[in-house]
């Protein structure tokens, strides 16, 4: 587990502690997987750095399925759509 600072979608400065996750055809983003307050029992959460926005999540106990959550979503939306999304901030670096 690493510490990432993100700002989230809000703006406001965030301690995400958990794995980067490189995905190919996106390898100029940083997607982190990091623990979440998904409901009352906890769970993931998948956050794209730069933009602070989460892109997918879950509960507690499905992480392993977080990798073909993220894959799946980007494959059907394409990058063209993720970065219209993400708005014009800096890449991640």
Excluded: C
Excluded at 20 to 38: R, S
Excluded at 45 to 68: C, F, H, L, V, Y
Excluded at 69 to 75: G, K, M, V
């Amino acid at each position: 587990m690493e510490k990432f600072l993100i700002q989230n979608e809000f703006g406001q400065p965030q301690e995400l502690l958990g794995e980067e996750i490189v995905v190919p055809g996106f390898e100029e983003l940083q997607f982190i997987l990091h623990t979440w307050l998904y409901d009352k029992h906890g769970g993931w959460a998948i956050t794209e750095r730069s933009s602070g926005k989460r892109i997918t999540s879950g509960p507690a106990g499905s992480e392993d399925t977080a990798r073909a959550q993220l894959e799946r979503q980007l494959s059907i939306h394409g990058k063209d759509a993720l970065m219209r999304v993400l708005g014009k901030g800096r890449l991640s670096s």
